[in-house]
């Protein structure tokens, strides 16, 4: 299995991980013959289908039913929202070791002083 990536933030789900998949065809009805399109997979990680569930709803049709489809999802279990806060967790980890270790900058070089700051007065 390929490597695929988050169709709302882009990052990249090795195959293995948790995500959420959305298959999508066009099929007619009631047209003879009956024609139906290849399947096309939309992905969204565990933290960006959360986020998508709880907003609000997007504009046309196919993100609504897609919106929909996640909604069902996110609410029927909470296997999905468990798989995103482990997500975030280890995203958190990341941060919390990368603020462990401050990175040291060197001193600035001391800037020579300029007499600009003295107000003159013209004597008079």
Sequence with gaps: ?????????NRELESGRKF??????????GIKPRQKS??????F???C??????GLAPEGALNIAAWDMIRDLVSSDPALNQAAWENLRG????LEAAE??????PEPEPKPRSDAWV???RAG
């Design 1 to 9: 299995m390929e490597n695929v990536r988050c169709l709302r933030c």
């Design 20 to 29: 959420v998949a959305i298959y999508m065809f066009a099929q007619t009805v």
């Design 38 to 43: 290849a399947a096309q997979r939309i992905v």
């Design 119 to 121: 107000n003159f007065s």
């Design 91 to 94: 995203v958190v980890r990341l």
């Design 100 to 105: 462990a270790q401050p990175e040291i900058l």
């Design 45 to 47: 990680c565990p933290q």
């Design 49 to 54: 289908s959360v986020s998508l569930a709880l």
